[in-house]
């Protein structure tokens, strides 16, 4: 008999492991969120977790378009190697 797991009926956090907080903006440029709004996550009943997620999609027109980072310049540096 196979044993079902533990499951919660509430929104998972929208983190994305790429925690920066834009500077002028104050929103995480991976999750959109304000950094109350990150640290408090755990804090927050479902309802208004779901309030945050609704949010977000408008929060991302805020930043724009981010250009890249780190992971393109390794991989510049990765292919200077091979050469």
């Known amino acids: ?4 797991g533990w ?3 509430e929104p998972d956090s929208p983190c994305q492991r790429i925690c920066v ?6 929103l ?3 999750c959109y969120r304000r950094p109350d709004e ?9 309802e208004q977790r779901r309030s945050i997620l609704a949010e977000l ?4 027109s805020v930043l724009g378009k ?6 393109r310049g390794q991989r510049r540096r990765a292919s ?4």
Not at 38 to 46: K, N, R
């Open 57 to 60: 999609p408008s929060r991302s």
């Open 28 to 30: 995480c440029i991976g």
């Open 66 to 71: 981010r250009r890249g980072g780190r992971q």
């Open 38 to 46: 990150v640290s408090s996550w755990a804090l927050y009943t479902p």
């Open 80 to 83: 200077r190697r091979t050469r």
């Open 21 to 26: 907080i834009h500077p002028e903006f104050q």
């Open 1 to 4: 008999m196979k044993q079902q």
């Open 7 to 9: 499951t919660r009926d």
